[in-house]
Every structure is written in C-alpha cells, then in structure tokens.
Nanobody, 128 residues
C-alpha cells in the first residue's frame, strides 16, 4: 500500500522560501513517477514538478528557476524547495505518485487524473 505524507508548508512573505517534504512508503520495485501538485479553491490541481526513479526532473514553466525538486535516491523522501515565492504560489501542495512505464514522467501540463496515490496536502501561503 502506497502512503504519502507531506510536511513543511507555512506562511511566508513574498520573496521568501519554504522546503516541502513528501515521505513515501510502499513504493517498491518498478518504475514510479512522483509529482508535486498544487491547488487553489475553484481551480484544478496544477502539476509543478516531477521526478522519476532515474532522477529525471522537470518543472512547470510557472516555477522554473524558483522551485527545485529532489529525492533521496529511492523515492522514499522527495523534497520541493520553493524560493522567490510569490503570492500567486499560495495553494495547497500535494505529493502524488503512481507507477509509470513510459520512461520519464509525463510532460507538462501533467494531469492529476492519472495518479492514484495522494498525500493529504500541506498549505503554502505567501503574503505580499
């Protein structure tokens, strides 16, 4: 059984930084893709960063150069470093995972509908 637990959210001022963590259990053999999504009320979940078991990373254009995804080499701990935060980054941030046999993780925009396993989310609030 796959379980994902996010932590690290909080409130910061614009220009500040946060580091989100996703602790993953149940991810064993095979190819996996793990994605950080975010969601604001009334909008669909937006994928912001992906990582696969071969340490291939990718980012949505809206966060390139500001956010950095990393992992521990086994997809047990996945981090999202958020720098130069803007008020529009305010959202609930989720970690999602699923097995992926198509090589690298799907390209952006990544659909949240194809991921079966989700964490409970961690809130990020950026004030101007």
């Amino acid at each position: 059984r796959v379980q994902l637990v996010e932590s690290g959210g909080g409130s910061v001022q614009a220009g500040g930084s946060l580091r989100l963590s996703c602790a993953a259990s149940g991810i064993t053999s095979g190819s996996w893709c793990l994605v950080w999504f975010r969601q604001v009320p009334g909008k669909e979940r937006e994928g912001v960063a992906t990582v696969d078991g071969n340490s291939h990373y990718d980012y949505a254009d809206s966060v390139k150069g500001r956010f950095t995804i990393s992992e521990d080499g086994a997809l047990k701990l996945v981090y999202l470093q958020l720098n130069s935060l803007k008020p529009e980054d305010t959202a609930m941030y989720y970690c999602a995972a699923d097995q992926w046999y198509g090589g690298n993780c799907p390209s952006f925009p990544v659909s949240h509908r194809i991921f079966r396993f989700w964490g409970q989310g961690t809130q990020v609030t950026v004030s101007s």
